[in-house]
Structures are given as structure tokens and as C-alpha cells.
């Protein structure tokens, strides 16, 4: 019998936590939802390649490292923001792995 108690109120619990999460989501959409964060994240994103650029203004070529230091970011996501921009023909890399990889404008 207080298997039965306990599955009951775990199932009102789940029922109750799924309200609370459609109530949220709905919130969120109000607020802006996706789209906003998507804005957010972008304008990060474009923030972080002007201090890249900016870089190029006292150095001829930069590495993986002194853009992790700059923006006190992961390596993963350097190099995210440096292939972007190379992507976009901002910068050139001169190399292809390992400590050996630069990129001059």
C-alpha cells in the first residue's frame, strides 16, 4: 500500500512539474524567448571578433592562446571565433594543427 503512495504522489509531482514547465516556456516566449537569447549570443559573438580585430592593431599575427587571454575564453571556443572569421575572409590561418598555427590579417 505505500508503493501505491509513493507512485501517486510521484505521478502528481511529475504532473505538477510539467505545468510549471509549459507555464515557463510560454513566459519565456513572452519575454522574447529564443529569438532574444539568439540576439544575445550574436551580439557576443560579434563583440568578441572586434577585440580579435582589434588585436591585429599592435600585432602582426596572433595564436589560439592570446585570444583565450584576451577574452579569458576556452581553446574550443577561440578557435570558434577564429574560424568564423576566417570564414568570413577577415583573417588568414598560416598552419594547420598544434602550436604551430597562426593567424595574420
Do not use: H, P
Not at 9 to 16: E, K, S
Not at 64 to 80: C, E, F, W, Y
Amino acid at each position: 500500500m505505500e508503493y501505491l503512495y509513493f507512485v501517486l504522489i510521484l505521478l502528481v509531482l511529475m504532473v505538477a512539474g510539467l505545468v510549471l514547465w509549459v507555464w515557463y516556456l510560454s513566459k519565456r516566449k513572452e519575454e522574447g524567448g529564443l529569438e532574444k537569447y539568439n540576439e544575445e549570443v550574436q551580439a557576443k559573438k560579434k563583440e568578441a571578433q572586434s577585440k580579435i580585430m582589434a588585436l591585429f592593431g599592435s600585432k602582426d599575427k596572433i595564436c589560439n592562446s592570446d585570444v583565450q587571454k584576451l577574452l579569458g575564453i576556452s581553446q574550443s571556443s577561440a578557435t570558434r571565433y577564429l574560424d568564423d572569421l576566417e570564414a568570413e575572409g577577415k583573417i588568414k590561418q598560416i598552419g594547420k594543427i598544434g602550436q604551430s598555427v597562426f593567424y595574420t590579417k
